[in-house]
């Protein structure tokens, strides 16, 4: 095995090693080019207007993905109850713009507001579950994320139950008025955002946006005290992080960015159910991340846009036989999860930290040393009561 | 080092996506147009959209609809108009029963250039595709999407060929009320369907002054001990359950198993299965449950007898759920569109507003406007009341109608 | 509310507590060992009530059939509904457990997920996905009736299987030599290798029996309801977890412990007035301030190192607790603290505030005494139990033991 291995990594290096050369940064540049250039085949009538949607919804699962890898790939927190802080945004965005309360707040307001709520949903959780071991905390966040969804179900004054919230009016990016004054402008109509394309500029947008911030926190102060909380909680609480707070601040952060995802995901959908927040879409998150690499964020890009958009390829392109595929979508996203946490649990796009961790050291040995300081660490915190 | 081969392998991915996603699309492209070169020869044709869910949790239901259509296709598919021939082609697109994916298949539809639909299968996907057949003005007939608030915004696009659940529920409570139930349980499964019918009946139970308790259960629950106990408490005459047959079956087994066997079991036509009788735990549990059918019973749809013959002829088996109803849409489409002599979208929908059908579940048109439980697009059936909904007995091994 | 209701309520919450129980004590055996939460558990509980649906049906079951053959028949569904998941627990282990042993508590658990996935839809592809429905028996809707309320047959099966289940097990893990092997593992594997035990071994044979525990709570299962769905392993198996953590996960007694009280807050929770269930609370905060009172206190004293032994030091923990919040929150505010007074102070916080809540909750469920909480809330109650046992007490009421107490 390691031969092979071997043998193929001496043949493909001098191909690696001149990828290598380009600078950083053209990567990127090339992946928003293409991302950006998109919809005008749309445009010229290359791809069909569907695609549009596959892509804003592909582009919604980056941004959860991009939020979950916070806490799952940074700080290494297992979070299955994502969905919810989506949920979150997404009814906030409903109840804020639709004629259930015939209410049309302002689109920064309504985002902002949802983007909020979703974090003081995060704040409230995280305060009594953040002293929790891994496994734990992962259990909790699932009953979390089905008492969330059972209690819009039952909430049926104020959420319609299963039935559902409809007609979310599309976003204006200008009051009223203003956008009556422009007139016939070109550009004018591109304020209210009711057309696939413009969502997709306007999620593609907020996407970039989120990814910056987060590649800059990254490496900031903040990240570097994640991963090392990830790695050796206890040696990173010695050299001066406050974990819980550090640990806090990865939860509310990435609840706040699945309530962005989520309130642009209401005004886009135009109608929103419970049945968009199973348990099911939390595994589907974490499936992304687990499959682009945890901790690094072209990877979860990545995976987020393989898992949502591959299964829409292959549909179209196997024609008949999707219905055959379908049945094996959901047993796909499982296989991927335990052949990649098996095989390659550093992702396709792995991050360095995970890298170095999970290959040139014996993880045996790394881990159970870790554990050794952990449980003598947590038979301290969890005290008797 | 590493974050060059990051970047590097993200776009090469990228490229890879956006190449082969263009390679999928130009290819299948091709393919439409050339299939269509061969099949049209003189005639004209036209495209209409099939929106079902051939996967997701009702398969099932969403080949009977398949099923229906096709046999519609058959029947209907050639037409004559305005001295031309026109050929219809389907257009079939699985939303999976999902809300999101329901929007892409939707927007696939409108992609099409198809100038109507049928479908969706289920009121949750069907709710996301509604705005998008609204904007893009393309009429949309239903044949299975039965919850009550499907069409609340009233808009003039959607149709359907199935009763609303709205009917359903004023029937159930009209029959208890008849069976002289003084106090009445009412107990639904959280789904949209059997809320839906829950709420109707428990208005119109408490309008005709009946004392009721509204109980709940999940779908897929096992326990209803909690349940039962409530309900046995409050002693009720009768027990009402809008949910679907599993659970329908284990709430009178475990009610019989309580001593409340002489409590009068009804439901909806989520109940109204034969495996209730083997969820129920047999035949001696299951006597004398009660089911209503949101439609006229098969024996009284003029032309069921027919149409099964050629289903099962053609796909040799029995007729699935709302096969029939999808068949009537696809043939109320066809007929507005020789009504409208045109095969523009904003002409068809106009004449779906005065059409007039006669199909296999009978005689009907389209309300025009929301009035009371029933909605724009609803099926109008003459001489339809609460007090002639069908009524179904369980009479050894299935369900038999009521005279 | 009759006290007819009330046995009725506490009849079916025992029943329902029971056969979590069957669930939880495989759970809890595979987390005694390997520290690790066996989500695909659910999944084996399901093949196990599948298998044996579909032996008996595929034998032609009825009521016709005379008792011996008919004995035989479900003896056979047994042994099937035994083997099947057993097949299935061990090769889970050795394909997605075994190569991420020792790997960071989350990697595992994603696996165990993926695991469950999988099967989930194994099950769809291999049984179809309607529900399996078992032929109708009389034995299996038999009753007698005590002092006027009736109880079903099965219901006694079920809760004698659980109890003998339960003794079996603690002889298995306290008295045999397999058993040793499961502790010494347990509390620490290199050191169990060097004592020459094969801890591949003894790690498969607790999937084994934990697998087979499974499959006669799938037999049980669909015996007692009838019918059995594809998923019905995801909520079967986390609300047979949540038995496990409340009882103290890894603890045998405490898995049974932690199913019945689960199974009767779900079942009391909304069939039952707020002003009865009130003084379940109460007697809740009775326990609580005991615990604040006498117990931690008692024993944050042991802490104390000798040097500082003295009775101003004892007092001064003792009142973090006993005078909270006074105390508590002076000792947290002052400037320079000693650690162990800072600690137990927070932690003295944290008690109060969970009595306070405790003392509002009765407080307002007798005010509202005539209300009952709506059934649509049942789901939401074993997720409500399970995130509140998890932040207040991890370690669950009997204490979270495998490696001390069995």
Redesign the interface.
């Known amino acids: 095995m390691t031969a092979i291995t071997g043998r193929i990594r001496s043949v493909t290096a001098p191909v690696r090693a001149a990828f290598a050369r380009v600078p950083r940064g053209v990567y990127s540049a090339l992946g928003l080019a293409a991302a950006a250039i998109f919809p005008l085949l749309n445009v010229w009538g290359v791809v069909e207007t569907a695609w549009l949607r596959v892509g804003v919804l592909s582009l919604l699962f980056v941004m959860l993905s991009l939020g979950l890898n916070i806490v799952m790939g940074e700080t290494g927190l297992l979070n299955l109850g994502y969905i919810a802080f989506f949920a979150f945004g997404a009814y906030t965005t409903a109840l804020l713009s639709s004629p259930k309360f015939e209410l049309r707040w302002p689109f920064l307001a309504v985002v902002a507001l949802s983007t909020v709520i979703a974090m003081i949903a995060g704040f409230v959780i995280g305060l009594p579950t953040l002293r929790l071991r891994g496994d734990y905390l992962a259990i909790v966040t699932l009953a979390f994320g089905e008492i969330v969804r059972l209690t819009i179900i039952n909430l049926q004054d104020f959420t319609n139950g299963p039935n559902g919230i409809t007609g979310i009016y599309p976003p204006r990016l200008a009051s009223e008025g203003a956008i009556a004054s422009l007139g016939d402008a070109a550009w004018a109509k591109w304020l209210t955002v009711d057309k696939p394309i413009e969502y997709y500029y306007l999620v593609l947008v907020c996407v970039v946006v989120v990814a910056i911030l987060l590649s800059n926190l990254k490496n900031s102060r903040v990240g570097r005290a994640w991963n090392a909380l990830r790695e050796d909680e206890l040696a990173a609480v010695s050299t001066g992080i406050t974990a819980a707070r550090a640990k806090m601040l990865s939860v509310v952060l990435s609840a706040g960015i699945a309530g962005f995802a989520g309130a642009l995901y209401a005004y886009y959908s135009n109608v929103i159910s419970p049945e968009s927040f199973l348990f099911m879409q939390s595994v589907i998150v974490v499936c992304m991340v687990v499959l682009g690499g945890m901790g690094s964020i072209p990877g979860v890009i990545l995976g987020a846009i393989v898992l949502q958009a591959l299964p829409q390829m292959i549909r179209e392109a196997a024609g008949a036989a999707r219905s055959e595929f379908e049945v094996y979508r959901m047993l796909i996203f499982g296989v991927i999860i335990v052949v990649m946490v098996i095989f390659r649990p550093e992702g396709l796009l792995p991050d360095k930290l995970w890298r170095s961790e999970s290959h040139e050291v014996d993880p045996r040995e790394l881990e159970k040393t870790r554990q050794s300081l952990f449980d003598l660490e947590e038979g301290e915190k969890d005290l008797e009561v | 080092m590493l974050h060059e081969r990051t970047r590097k392998v993200l776009a090469l991915a990228l490229a890879v996506v956006l190449v082969f996603g263009l390679f999928t699309i130009s290819g299948c492209k091709t393919d439409d147009g050339g299939e269509g070169g061969d099949a049209t020869g003189e005639a004209e044709t036209i495209k209409i959209g099939v929106q079902t869910a051939l996967t997701g949790p009702l398969p099932d239901y969403g080949a009977a609809a398949k099923n229906g259509v096709e046999l519609a296709l058959e029947d209907f598919g050639t037409f004559e108009m305005d001295g031309k021939t026109y050929q219809v082609e389907i257009v079939v697109l699985d939303d999976k029963a999902e809300p999101a994916e329901s929007g892409i298949v939707a927007q696939s539809m409108v992609d099409e250039g198809v100038v109507g639909v049928i479908g969706s299968l289920t009121t949750g996907a069907t709710l996301s595709a509604i705005p998008i057949y609204a904007e893009y003005r393309i009429p949309q007939i239903s044949g299975s999407v039965t919850g009550p608030k499907a069409n609340a915004d009233s808009v003039d696009t959607f149709y359907r060929t199935c009763w609303s659940d709205a009917i359903q529920g004023e029937a159930l409570a009209a029959w208890a009320i008849e069976l002289g139930a003084k106090k009445v349980v009412l107990m639904d499964d959280n789904g949209a369907y059997a809320v839906g019918l829950a709420d109707v009946a428990e208005a119109a139970l408490e309008e005709g002054g009946v004392e009721t308790l509204r109980q709940n259960c999940q779908s897929g629950d096992k326990d209803l001990s909690a349940q039962v106990a409530n309900v046995k408490e409050f002693a009720p005459d009768a027990l009402i359950f809008t949910g679907y047959h599993p659970e329908a079956g284990l709430m009178r087994k475990q009610m019989i198993e309580a001593g409340l066997g002489d409590v009068i079991f009804m439901g909806g036509d989520g109940i109204k299965s034969a495996e209730f009788v083997a969820e129920a735990g047999g035949t001696a549990n299951a006597a004398g449950c009660y089911a209503t059918f949101g439609g006229f019973p098969e024996d009284q749809q003029p032309g069921y007898e027919a149409f099964a013959e050629k289903y099962k002829a053609k796909f040799g088996e029995d007729v699935g759920p709302y096969a029939q109803n999808n068949y009537d849409a696809f043939g109320a489409l066809i007929a507005a569109i020789k009504a409208a002599g045109s095969t523009e979208t904003e002409d068809i929908i106009a004449a779906l507003q005065d059409l007039e059908y006669e199909g296999v579940t009978g005689t009907f048109s389209f309300a025009s406007e929301t009035e009371g439980a029933v909605q724009r697009g609803d099926i109008v059936v003459a001489g339809l009341t609460p007090a002639n909904v069908p009524r179904y007995v369980i009479e050894g091994e299935d369900w038999v109608a009521v005279e | 509310?009759?006290l007819d209701?009330i046995v009725?309520?506490t009849?079916?919450?025992l029943?329902?507590g029971m056969?979590y129980a069957l669930i939880a004590l495989g759970y809890t055996m595979v987390y005694g060992v390997l520290k690790?939460?066996n989500f695909a558990h659910g999944e084996v509980f399901t093949i196990g009530g599948y298998t044996a649906a579909f032996t008996l049906l595929a034998l032609g079951v009825n009521d016709a059939m005379s008792p011996i053959v008919m004995a035989g028949c479900i003896l056979l569904a047994l042994l099937a509904a035994v083997i099947a998941p057993m097949t299935v627990g061990f090769l889970i282990e050795r394909?997605?457990y075994r190569?991420?042993?020792?790997?960071?508590?989350?990697?595992p658990?994603?696996?165990a997920?993926?695991?469950?996935?999988?099967m989930?839809?194994?099950i769809?592809?291999v049984f179809g996905?309607t529900?399996v429905?078992m032929p109708?028996l009389a034995l299996?809707?038999a009753?007698f009736s005590l002092g006027g309320i009736?109880i079903?047959v099965l219901a006694v099966v079920i809760i004698v299987v659980s109890a003998l289940l339960m003794i079996g097990l603690t002889y298995l893990v306290r008295s045999t030599r397999i058993g040793k092997a499961m502790r010494a593992t347990s509390q620490d594997m290199?050191a169990a290798e060097m004592m020459g035990i094969d801890t591949n071994k003894t790690i498969a044979f607790t999937f084994i029996v934990g697998s087979a525990l499974a499959g006669i709570g799938g037999l049980l299962?669909v015996m007692y309801?009838?019918?059995l769905?594809y998923?019905?392993g995801?909520?079967y198996g986390?609300k047979a977890?949540t038995s496990a953590?409340l009882g103290g996960i890894g603890n045998i007694p405490g898995a049974v412990v932690g199913a019945l009280v689960l199974g009767m807050t779900?079942?009391y929770?909304?069939?039952l007035d707020l002003g009865f269930l009130a003084w379940f609370v109460l007697a809740g905060l009775v326990l609580g301030l005991y615990?604040q009172m006498v117990?931690?206190p008692g024993?944050r004293l042991q802490h104390i190192a000798e040097d500082r032994r003295t009775p101003e030091y004892e007092k001064s923990v003792k009142n973090v607790y006993r005078l909270a919040p006074y105390f508590a929150v002076k000792t947290l505010l002052a400037e320079r603290t000693d650690a162990l007074l800072s600690?137990s102070a927070e932690?003295a916080v944290r008690?109060m505030c969970g009595n306070a809540f405790l003392a509002a909750s009765a407080a307002a469920m007798f005010v509202f005494g005539d209300v009952?909480i709506?059934?649509?809330?049942?789901?939401?109650i074993a997720?409500?139990v399970?995130?509140v046992i998890?932040?207040?007490?991890?370690?669950g009421i009997l204490g979270e033991a495998i490696t001390e107490k069995v």
């Open positions: 509310m009759s209701h009725t309520v009849v079916g919450g029943t329902v056969i690790f939460i394909i997605a190569p991420l042993r020792g790997r960071s508590r989350i990697i658990l994603l696996s997920i993926g695991v469950s996935i999988v989930q839809q194994l769809i592809l996905p529900p429905s109708a299996g809707s009753s009736r079903r290199e299962v309801y009838g019918s769905k998923d019905a995801f909520l986390l977890f953590v779900e079942t929770g909304v069939s615990i117990r931690v024993r600690v932690h008690l009952r709506d059934t649509r809330w049942q789901p939401v997720f409500v399970l995130m998890l932040m207040f007490r991890p370690s």
